[in-house]
């Protein structure tokens, strides 16, 4: 921890101090706050996004991801009540992009992990399938074809899965960790490689697969003592 978060982990605590049914005490801890503040040059912004976090997994493409992939990535993020972003990877050795996750408390950690294991599930069952279904095809082919199977997965894995909606000063706080950390966010595009193509019998058959196969790893959400937890059918 550096001494900024140790700063404002000291101002948050004072913050929610000065919530205090003891008048006086919520005074002092309110102007002790202010006072810290104040002499660090520390913004009602900084206090408010230093209580949201992130965690990063890697992505499959260095700047358009699949389709799929970024439906996965947004679904996860928003049944922990987090928000997720597509980092390019230019800036890293291996040049793969990112998915970000941003959130508060544990839950970006655990939409993080929970997004790393379904995707590295899609990845098998892909494999599989091109394997075993369409490994006479042109690579091409065989490539479109699979990212039908990957859509039919990650709609089915998710089907059941529902945003988590967040407390307004939750929602808050994440609007201002994105405002402080990526001020110039912009759309990003993904590669979709079926969005011109008429759906043909096979590949409705592909997506029907996929979506069978996707049923068996579910996304859904418990909630414990400490927060969301994750629960991974299929896992």
């Not at 700063?7 to 919530?19: H, P, Q, V």
């Not at 899965?161 to 929602?171: F, G, K, M, V």
């Not at 019998?201 to 069978?212: I, P, Q, S, V, Y």
Request: aromatic content about 6%.
């Amino acid at each position: 921890m550096t001494d900024k978060d140790k700063i404002l982990d000291k101002i948050r605590k004072c913050m929610a101090l000065s919530a205090s049914s003891n008048e006086h005490e919520a005074a002092a801890a309110l102007r002790q706050a202010r006072a810290l503040m104040e002499k660090h040059g520390i913004s009602d912004t900084d206090v408010l996004a230093s209580a949201a976090g992130e965690m990063r997994a890697k992505a499959g493409a260095a700047s358009r991801p699949a389709e799929w992939e970024a439906r996965l990535a947004a679904a996860t993020a928003a049944v922990f009540g987090c928000q997720s972003l597509f980092a390019v990877g230019a800036a890293w050795a291996d040049h793969r992009g990112q998915w970000v996750f941003i959130g508060t408390g544990a839950r970006y950690e655990v939409a993080k992990y929970c997004f790393e294991v379904l995707l590295r599930q899609v990845k098998r069952a892909r494999a599989e399938h091109i394997k075993t279904v369409l490994r006479r095809c042109r690579p091409t082919t065989k490539t479109r074809r699979a990212d039908l199977f990957c859509h039919g997965w990650v709609a089915s894995a998710v089907s059941k899965a529902e945003a988590l909606a967040l407390p307004e000063d939750e929602q808050k706080t994440l609007d201002a960790y994105l405002a402080k950390t990526y001020p110039s966010l912009r759309e990003i595009k993904t590669t979709s490689r079926n969005d011109k193509k008429r759906m043909s019998e096979t590949d409705w058959l592909d997506f029907a697969r996929g979506h069978r196969s996707g049923a068996d790893a579910q996304l859904n959400r418990g909630v414990g003592a400490n927060g969301p937890a994750p629960a991974l059918e299929g896992a």
